[in-house]
């Protein structure tokens, strides 16, 4: 992660649109260490309102790492902006104190929320 600039299309790809991924992404940025990232757009062609919603949640409403958003193209900030405004309330959303290790919710709602979204198969 030089110099904090991440592109998002070399680490996940042209077109988002997983909500784990987000996690997967976030908690591969917490193991970093850092307080500060910039994460580069400029690849991305599609984001689905899925993938940009627990993005806002994951990253966007964190008190852990500050984000700068660059070269946003005016469709995924439309997307982006869409989600903010539908936004009631941020949700403390669970955070992986380590690697595999321990997940905190602050409400069974949302462990229910965590585990609907896991793949069982």
């Known amino acids: 992660m030089k110099d904090n600039v991440i592109n998002i299309a070399a680490f996940l790809g042209q077109n988002l649109k997983s909500r784990i991924v987000v996690r997967d992404f976030y ?3 917490l193991s ?3 307080s500060y990232v910039v994460l580069d757009f ?3 062609v599609f984001a ?3 993938f940009m919603d627990e993005f806002y949640n994951v990253f966007l409403c964190n008190n852990i790492v500050e ?3 660059i070269n946003l193209s005016p469709e995924l900030e439309k ?3 869409t989600v903010k405004d539908t936004q009631h309330k941020p949700a403390k959303t669970a955070i992986k104190v380590f690697p595999d290790s321990e ?3 602050s409400s ?3 462990v229910n929320k965590y585990l609907e979204k896991l793949s069982f198969t």
């Open 67 to 69: 984000i700068n958003l």
């Open 32 to 34: 970093q260490n850092t």
């Open 27 to 29: 908690d591969n940025i």
């Open 103 to 105: 997940l905190k919710f």
């Open 108 to 110: 069974i709602s949302q």
């Open 79 to 81: 997307m982006l902006n």
């Open 48 to 50: 689905t309102r899925s």
């Open 42 to 44: 400029k690849d991305v």
